[in-house]
């Protein structure tokens, strides 16, 4: 097989590479001894190729943009602190939920609460979820300081190793809610339950976050007002 104009196995591609120092223009002068041939000569510093490849090689482009993490992103007019959001994909997709805060990345810190409807404290992105006009009033709860964005960082799980008399154990290690992270829901969930306890329209407003919801036949989200 030939990889641009050379095989895999020739001594061109097994060769070892040896680092030359680079010189610091295109030509270098250089002394050429002998009795007939004696003097000075202007030589290029770096040879030509003695061949050229059978097929342009891709080069990597540069790639100027910021990562995600990176880059710094504006917070919708729409959503604020206690903005009741809808969360159109993920596991919770359909969902009511209560935007707590922005994070350092950018992302929306949420929760159901858990005791309404079962979605725990987790990140999403903003162009995930439908900002409504219903706000809660969530100045007076605080968030403990370790739920930042290395809090849900993913857990690397792995297999068990062998040992005598665990030939057939070839489990892997399988996700476990971890205490902190149940203690940290259970001081939100009591914040927040507390707000909506002392709203006005508790009773509306409890059975609005447990709904989920939904588009019929003929009803379209660009003309519905949230």
Request: include cysteine; glycine fraction near 6%; aromatic fraction near 8%.
């Amino acid at each position: 097989r030939r990889v641009h104009g050379a095989l895999n196995f020739a001594w061109a591609k097994m060769a070892p590479k040896v680092d030359k120092p680079k010189a610091a223009g295109k030509f270098v002068t250089k002394e050429i001894g002998g009795d007939k041939n004696g003097g000075k000569r202007i030589v290029r510093a770096n040879r030509t190729p003695k061949y050229y490849p059978t097929e342009d090689r891709g080069r990597k482009l540069v790639n100027r943009k910021k990562s995600f993490s990176q880059a710094k992103s504006k917070l919708r007019p729409s959503i604020e602190p206690g903005t009741i959001l809808i969360l159109v994909a993920g596991r919770h997709k359909g969902k009511r939920v209560v935007c707590l805060k922005q994070l350092n990345t950018g992302l929306l810190l949420v929760t159901g609460p858990f005791s309404i409807n079962a979605c725990p404290l987790r990140r999403i992105n903003q162009i995930y979820v439908i900002a409504t006009k219903t706000k809660l009033d969530i100045s007076g709860v605080k968030i403990p300081e370790r739920v930042n964005d290395a809090y849900f960082r993913r857990q690397k799980l792995k297999k068990p190793k062998h040992r005598e008399g665990e030939i057939f154990d070839t489990k892997k290690e399988v996700y476990s809610v971890s205490d902190e992270r149940k203690e940290d829901q259970v001081t939100v969930d009591k914040q927040l339950l507390s707000v909506i306890r002392a709203n006005p329209d508790k009773k509306y407003l409890m059975s609005y976050l447990k709904s989920s919801f939904s588009l019929g036949k003929s009803q379209y989200p660009h003309n519905m007002v949230f």
